[in-house]
């Protein structure tokens, strides 16, 4: 059976690999796996739970479309204030040009982490709410942009922070034991596999091997593309000292 270096793979194509192994097992049914296998099915079951609890939380989708919406309408923003600047009226192209000069001083935080961009609109809205800026703010009439952008920045503060509290709340998941743990069950099953060949050879057990080796090779290919030239040469020559 083929061999694969399997702390290369990411931990949803390390499960993939396992879980494909399993329904080989399963569909096998080889009685001197048998043993194996069901310490080998629990091991991947607690990989899929502890998958599940790293994997993104509930409200991150959501979390996007907010932050996705709260740059939007910054952007148009600053778009109305641009068309103000070239207005006809001369107190509006003023007005226009002092709450431009706000909001330059803040830069482009929409590019910002979440937390620092939350924090920059809020610092942005209580500086254009004040009494040097709103006057101006209201007469080139972007008050509702403002709104908008204060209403949506609170929703994703709001949620952001609920998200955060649902992670604190999650149990400690050792991945990194998890897997070790799965992976010396599969090297068991290799082990026993080849020693199979040779005292209970069968076209059963022949299948099994293919259709496993097939399946290492996918994932072969998978880590072929993300590794170096050099490093796949040496592991070439490793890799030829496989067994069946």
Do not use: C
């Not at 959501?62 to 070239?86: A, M, T």
């Not at 226009?96 to 982490?113: D, E």
């Amino acid at each position: 059976m083929k061999t694969i270096h399997l702390t290369k793979l990411q931990n949803t194509e390390h499960l993939a690999l396992m879980t494909d192994v399993l329904k080989l097992l399963k569909e096998a049914n080889i009685d001197a796996l048998a043993p194996l296998k069901t310490a080998f099915e629990k091991q991947v079951k607690a990989s899929e739970e502890a998958q599940k609890q790293i994997r993104k939380n509930e409200h991150t989708s959501d979390l996007v479309s907010l932050d996705e919406k709260r740059d939007r309408i910054y952007r148009g923003l600053v778009l109305r204030l641009q068309s103000e600047e070239l207005a006809e009226v001369e107190e509006r192209r003023a007005a226009a040009k002092k709450v431009s000069l706000v909001i330059n001083t803040y830069g482009n935080f929409t590019k910002f982490n979440y937390r620092k961009e939350t924090a920059e609109i809020y610092n942005l809205i209580s500086d254009l709410n004040s009494d040097e800026y709103r006057p101006a703010m209201q007469k080139v009439g972007i008050e509702e942009w403002v709104n908008w952008l204060d209403t949506v920045n609170k929703a994703f503060e709001t949620l952001y922070d609920q998200r955060r509290d649902d992670y604190a709340e999650q149990p400690t998941v050792d991945v990194k034991n998890i897997r070790k743990e799965l992976d010396a069950s599969f090297k068991k099953i290799q082990e026993m596999t080849r020693a199979l060949v040779i005292l209970q050879p069968s076209e059963t057990l022949n299948t099994f091997i293919s259709k496993t080796n097939a399946t290492i090779n996918k994932w072969k290919e998978v880590l072929a593309q993300r590794i170096p030239k050099k490093t796949k040469k040496n592991e070439t020559k490793e890799e030829g000292k496989e067994e069946k």
